[in-house]
């Protein structure tokens, strides 16, 4: 089982940036991709960005195109979520998990790791 723990959520203006990050351990990195997802209070989890194992290809929900960029450190068995220009919107708990899935995908079944979630509060 991967274990999965987040870090870097915080408080920023809106505008501001934020950079998170999410270590694995447990089973060899190489076996799985990571995906971000995020939970406002009173919506449903939503994908956010993820990013392919082998091929480094890396997909983002529309709302944050142009804004987030997710990046993985295979060394350091870390994914990285670069948050720019964040908006009021974008506050949320967000989510790092794994998926044996290598390409990624956002079906949150498919993911089998998850770590506890780091708090991002963009104001106004």
């Known amino acids: 089982q991967v274990q999965v723990v987040e870090s870097g959520g915080g408080l920023v203006q809106a505008g501001g940036s934020l950079r998170l990050s999410c270590t694995a351990s447990?089973?060899?990195?190489?076996?799985?991709?990571m995906g971000w997802f995020r939970q406002a209070p009173g919506k449903e989890r939503e994908g956010v960005a993820r990013?392919?194992?082998?091929?480094?290809?890396?997909f983002y929900t529309s709302s944050v195109k142009g804004r987030f960029f997710i990046s993985q450190d295979s060394a350091k068995n870390t994914v990285y979520l670069q948050m720019d220009s964040l908006k009021v919107e974008d506050s949320a708990v967000y989510y790092c998990?794994?998926?044996?899935?290598?390409?990624?995908?956002?079906?949150?079944?498919?993911?089998?790791?998850w770590g506890q979630g780091t708090q991002v509060t963009v104001s106004s």
């Open positions: 447990g089973l060899p990195f190489d076996g799985y991709s």
């Open positions: 990013i392919g194992r082998y091929d480094d290809v890396s």
């Open positions: 998990a794994a998926t044996g899935e290598v390409f990624g995908t956002f079906n949150e079944r498919r993911y089998t790791s």
